[in-house]
Protein backbone atom coordinates (compact mmCIF):
# COMPACT_ATOMS: atom_id res chain seq x y z
CA UNK A 1 0.00 0.00 0.00
CA UNK A 2 2.40 2.57 0.30
CA UNK A 3 3.93 1.71 -2.83
CA UNK A 4 1.05 2.23 -4.15
CA UNK A 5 0.54 5.30 -2.38
CA UNK A 6 3.93 6.89 -2.82
CA UNK A 7 3.46 6.62 -6.94
CA UNK A 8 0.36 8.52 -7.18
CA UNK A 9 1.17 12.54 -7.91
CA UNK A 10 -0.33 13.73 -4.50
CA UNK A 11 1.94 12.05 -2.19
CA UNK A 12 5.15 11.79 -3.81
CA UNK A 13 5.93 15.62 -3.06
CA UNK A 14 5.59 14.92 0.34
CA UNK A 15 7.66 11.99 0.73
CA UNK A 16 10.44 13.52 -0.85
CA UNK A 17 10.00 16.97 0.59
CA UNK A 18 10.01 15.20 3.95
CA UNK A 19 13.01 13.02 3.09
CA UNK A 20 14.61 15.94 1.83
CA UNK A 21 14.39 18.24 4.99
CA UNK A 22 15.47 15.06 7.14
CA UNK A 23 18.69 15.00 5.15
CA UNK A 24 19.17 19.11 5.38
CA UNK A 25 18.49 18.85 8.81
CA UNK A 26 21.17 15.87 9.42
CA UNK A 27 23.87 18.14 7.23
CA UNK A 28 23.47 21.31 9.28
CA UNK A 29 23.79 19.28 12.60
CA UNK A 30 26.31 16.88 11.48
CA UNK A 31 27.88 20.39 10.46
CA UNK A 32 27.56 22.20 13.87
CA UNK A 33 29.38 18.97 15.33
CA UNK A 34 32.05 19.40 12.81
CA UNK A 35 32.67 23.37 13.89
CA UNK A 36 32.02 22.52 17.36
CA UNK A 37 34.76 19.64 17.17
CA UNK A 38 37.23 22.13 15.62
CA UNK A 39 36.67 25.13 18.65
CA UNK A 40 37.54 22.48 21.14
CA UNK A 41 40.79 21.33 19.02
CA UNK A 42 41.66 25.27 19.11
CA UNK A 43 40.65 25.31 23.01
CA UNK A 44 42.53 22.39 23.53
CA UNK A 45 45.55 24.25 22.43
CA UNK A 46 44.57 27.34 24.17
CA UNK A 47 44.31 25.45 27.44
CA UNK A 48 47.58 23.27 27.65
CA UNK A 49 49.40 25.30 30.15
CA UNK A 50 46.69 25.44 32.40
CA UNK A 51 48.29 24.61 35.63
CA UNK A 52 46.68 23.55 39.25
CA UNK A 53 42.86 23.43 39.08
CA UNK A 54 42.57 26.27 36.37
CA UNK A 55 41.20 23.52 33.99
CA UNK A 56 38.14 23.45 36.09
CA UNK A 57 37.20 27.05 35.51
CA UNK A 58 36.16 26.52 32.11
CA UNK A 59 34.48 23.56 32.52
CA UNK A 60 32.28 25.59 34.70
CA UNK A 61 31.52 27.74 32.23
CA UNK A 62 30.87 25.39 29.74
CA UNK A 63 27.83 23.52 31.36
CA UNK A 64 26.60 27.28 32.07
CA UNK A 65 26.93 27.68 27.88
CA UNK A 66 25.22 24.39 27.83
CA UNK A 67 22.42 25.25 29.98
CA UNK A 68 21.95 28.95 27.91
CA UNK A 69 22.39 27.17 24.65
CA UNK A 70 19.17 25.48 24.92
CA UNK A 71 17.12 28.52 26.75
CA UNK A 72 18.23 30.44 23.92
CA UNK A 73 17.25 27.80 21.36
CA UNK A 74 14.04 27.60 23.25
CA UNK A 75 13.30 31.02 23.58
CA UNK A 76 14.26 31.21 19.06
CA UNK A 77 16.98 32.96 19.79
CA UNK A 78 19.43 31.21 16.92
CA UNK A 79 22.26 33.20 16.57
CA UNK A 80 23.06 33.16 20.60
CA UNK A 81 22.70 29.40 20.85
CA UNK A 82 25.37 29.18 17.90
CA UNK A 83 27.58 31.04 19.78
CA UNK A 84 26.45 29.59 22.74
CA UNK A 85 27.51 25.83 20.94
CA UNK A 86 30.50 26.69 19.85
CA UNK A 87 31.78 28.51 22.81
CA UNK A 88 30.53 25.38 24.80
CA UNK A 89 33.25 23.72 22.52
CA UNK A 90 35.85 25.84 23.48
CA UNK A 91 35.41 26.23 26.89
CA UNK A 92 35.56 22.04 26.73
CA UNK A 93 38.71 21.63 25.29
CA UNK A 94 40.44 24.38 27.52
CA UNK A 95 39.52 22.39 29.71
CA UNK A 96 41.54 18.89 28.64
CA UNK A 97 44.29 21.11 27.12
CA UNK A 98 46.51 19.57 30.02
CA UNK A 99 45.85 16.40 29.45
CA UNK A 100 45.94 16.31 25.66
CA UNK A 101 49.29 18.21 25.72
CA UNK A 102 50.88 15.56 27.93
CA UNK A 103 49.56 12.59 25.55
CA UNK A 104 51.03 14.83 22.91
CA UNK A 105 54.53 15.17 23.64
CA UNK A 106 54.78 11.50 25.88
CA UNK A 107 52.69 9.40 23.81
CA UNK A 108 51.21 10.65 20.66
CA UNK A 109 50.08 7.33 19.26
CA UNK A 110 47.20 6.89 21.54
CA UNK A 111 45.66 10.72 20.43
CA UNK A 112 45.69 9.11 16.99
CA UNK A 113 44.38 5.51 17.97
CA UNK A 114 41.85 7.59 20.16
CA UNK A 115 41.02 9.64 17.70
CA UNK A 116 40.66 6.98 15.11
CA UNK A 117 38.77 4.78 17.23
CA UNK A 118 35.86 7.32 18.56
CA UNK A 119 35.44 7.98 14.63
CA UNK A 120 34.62 4.41 13.88
CA UNK A 121 32.99 3.96 17.25
CA UNK A 122 30.35 7.28 16.74
CA UNK A 123 29.83 6.27 13.24
CA UNK A 124 28.96 2.23 13.83
CA UNK A 125 26.52 3.77 16.32
CA UNK A 126 25.71 6.96 14.81
CA UNK A 127 23.82 5.19 11.82
CA UNK A 128 22.57 2.19 13.81
CA UNK A 129 20.82 4.69 16.01
CA UNK A 130 19.42 6.61 12.70
CA UNK A 131 18.49 2.97 10.94
CA UNK A 132 16.11 2.49 13.52
CA UNK A 133 12.48 3.77 12.68
CA UNK A 134 10.96 3.29 16.15
CA UNK A 135 11.40 6.21 18.49
CA UNK A 136 13.89 5.46 20.98
CA UNK A 137 13.03 8.18 23.48
CA UNK A 138 11.59 6.65 26.40
CA UNK A 139 15.51 5.49 27.04
CA UNK A 140 17.26 8.68 27.57
CA UNK A 141 15.89 8.39 30.91
CA UNK A 142 17.46 4.56 31.74
CA UNK A 143 20.93 6.58 30.22
CA UNK A 144 20.38 9.32 32.56
CA UNK A 145 20.32 7.30 35.78
CA UNK A 146 23.50 5.26 34.33
CA UNK A 147 25.12 8.21 33.55
CA UNK A 148 24.70 9.13 37.12
CA UNK A 149 25.98 6.08 38.34
CA UNK A 150 29.13 6.16 36.23
CA UNK A 151 29.64 9.39 38.15
CA UNK A 152 29.27 7.82 41.96
CA UNK A 153 31.71 5.05 40.52
CA UNK A 154 33.68 7.50 39.25
CA UNK A 155 33.97 9.44 42.94
CA UNK A 156 34.59 6.29 44.51
CA UNK A 157 37.60 5.42 42.48
CA UNK A 158 39.03 8.23 43.51
CA UNK A 159 38.96 7.37 47.09
CA UNK A 160 38.78 4.06 46.79
CA UNK A 161 41.91 2.03 45.38
CA UNK A 162 40.46 -0.63 43.05
CA UNK A 163 42.42 -2.61 40.73
CA UNK A 164 41.79 -1.82 37.00
CA UNK A 165 38.98 0.84 38.46
CA UNK A 166 39.88 3.41 35.68
CA UNK A 167 39.46 0.69 32.77
CA UNK A 168 36.35 -0.47 34.21
CA UNK A 169 35.35 2.94 34.26
CA UNK A 170 36.57 3.92 30.96
CA UNK A 171 34.80 1.36 29.25
CA UNK A 172 31.38 1.45 31.24
CA UNK A 173 31.60 4.72 30.24
CA UNK A 174 31.84 4.21 26.59
CA UNK A 175 29.08 1.86 27.07
CA UNK A 176 26.96 4.91 27.99
CA UNK A 177 28.30 7.51 25.92
CA UNK A 178 27.17 4.89 22.96
CA UNK A 179 23.71 4.53 24.38
CA UNK A 180 23.26 8.23 24.10
CA UNK A 181 24.65 8.52 20.15
CA UNK A 182 22.16 5.90 19.38
CA UNK A 183 19.68 7.59 20.84
CA UNK A 184 20.87 10.95 19.71
CA UNK A 185 20.93 9.82 16.33
CA UNK A 186 17.39 7.94 16.50
CA UNK A 187 16.02 12.00 17.92
CA UNK A 188 17.71 13.14 14.68
CA UNK A 189 16.04 11.28 12.05
CA UNK A 190 12.60 12.82 13.46
CA UNK A 191 13.97 16.08 14.34
CA UNK A 192 12.82 19.54 13.13
CA UNK A 193 14.85 22.49 12.60
CA UNK A 194 14.35 24.03 15.73
CA UNK A 195 16.01 20.63 17.53
CA UNK A 196 19.49 21.50 14.89
CA UNK A 197 21.76 22.90 17.71
CA UNK A 198 20.59 21.13 20.91
CA UNK A 199 20.89 17.66 18.99
CA UNK A 200 24.33 18.86 17.80
CA UNK A 201 25.49 20.14 21.42
CA UNK A 202 24.56 16.48 22.61
CA UNK A 203 26.05 14.70 20.15
CA UNK A 204 29.66 16.74 20.26
CA UNK A 205 29.46 15.98 24.18
CA UNK A 206 28.97 12.65 22.76
CA UNK A 207 31.85 12.49 20.39
CA UNK A 208 34.09 14.61 23.20
CA UNK A 209 33.60 12.11 26.37
CA UNK A 210 33.90 9.10 24.08
CA UNK A 211 37.29 10.41 22.84
CA UNK A 212 38.23 10.92 26.39
CA UNK A 213 37.51 7.39 27.35
CA UNK A 214 39.30 5.64 24.63
CA UNK A 215 42.28 7.85 25.11
CA UNK A 216 42.29 6.39 28.97
CA UNK A 217 42.37 3.07 27.54
CA UNK A 218 44.93 3.57 24.38
CA UNK A 219 46.81 5.72 27.00
CA UNK A 220 47.42 2.41 29.24
CA UNK A 221 49.93 1.22 27.82
Request: aromatic fraction near 14%; include cysteine; charged fraction near 10%.
Amino acid sequence: MIRRMSTTPGSAVPVATTRDQALSIFGEVMGLVAITCLFAAGGAYVGKDLTGLWWLAPWIVAIGCLFGLNVANAKGNRQLALVLLFAFGLLLGMSVGTTLNYYAVNDPGAIYQATAATGLFVAALGAGGYAIRRDLSHLYRIAFFLLLGLIVFGIITIFVNMPGGTLIYAILGLGIFGLYTVLDFNRLRRAGQNEAIPLAAGIFLNVFNIFLFFLQIFGRR
